[in-house]
């Protein structure tokens, strides 16, 4: 049980982990100290090369790869990085953002489209979004034990956070706070939660999560 007033401050803080990748290496170096300078972010991996990005993205457990400059390999790669790791969102910086392929890229709730010309602000945001739309690791297996009638819920990294945070007594605008979310998204991602956990509410399914191993 958590009591101290730092660790509980420690659980309601989310950090989104990020490689980012582009074969415009110093491009690539210049984006990544820009986004780890952005609080709650952490870069914990540089790929310059196409066959680096999976090992990396696996060696690091990374919530989102961030690919600057778009071309028919790097939609390939985004494609292959969404089969093997589904537990990792993607980010494009892409020079035309209507493109045919980025658009069928777009229909995924884990893959976000940012044009180049966009400030960082967009940027920030769109990563931040295909975060929280990212399913936790590991709930691709849940999802197939709930089909079995295992009963595990597959929650989403966000709403993992939610609830840990809930443990820790975090209200919604501290969760907001400490997650760079609007409320309305914690109550959201909260609904989301309690709905798929079957709970009354945020802490019931806080519990039940608890109960059930996924925090």
Do not use: W
Not at 13 to 22: E, F, L, N, W
Not at 86 to 97: H, K, M, N, Y
Not at 122 to 129: A, H, K, V
Not at 197 to 204: M, P
């Amino acid at each position: 049980m958590i009591t101290s007033t730092h660790a509980a401050a420690r659980t309601c803080r989310g950090t989104t982990q990020i490689v980012v990748a582009g074969d415009r290496p110093i491009l690539t170096e210049a984006l990544a100290v820009c986004l780890g300078d952005v609080k709650g972010f952490r870069v914990t991996g540089v790929a310059d090369a196409h066959h680096q990005v999976v090992p990396t993205l696996r060696r690091t457990a990374a919530d989102v790869l961030v690919v600057s400059g778009v071309s028919p390999r790097s939609l390939a790669l985004a494609d292959e990085v969404r089969r093997a790791l589904p537990s990792c969102g993607v980010t494009l910086i892409a020079d035309e953002s209507t493109h045919p392929p980025l658009t069928r890229l777009r229909d995924s709730c884990r893959v976000g489209v940012v044009h180049r010309r966009a400030r960082l602000a967009e940027l920030i945001g769109t990563i931040r979004q295909v975060s929280a739309a990212a399913p936790a690791a590991g709930t691709e297996g849940a999802a197939a034990h709930d089909a079995a009638g295992g009963g595990a819920a597959q929650l989403k990294d966000r709403e993992c956070s939610i609830l840990r945070a809930t443990v820790a007594g975090c209200t919604i605008k501290e969760i907001a706070r400490d997650l760079y979310l609007a409320p309305g998204t914690v109550r959201n991602l909260a609904s989301s939660a309690i709905r798929k956990l079957g709970a009354r509410n945020r802490f019931d399914a806080a519990r039940i999560a608890a109960e059930r191993g996924l925090l």
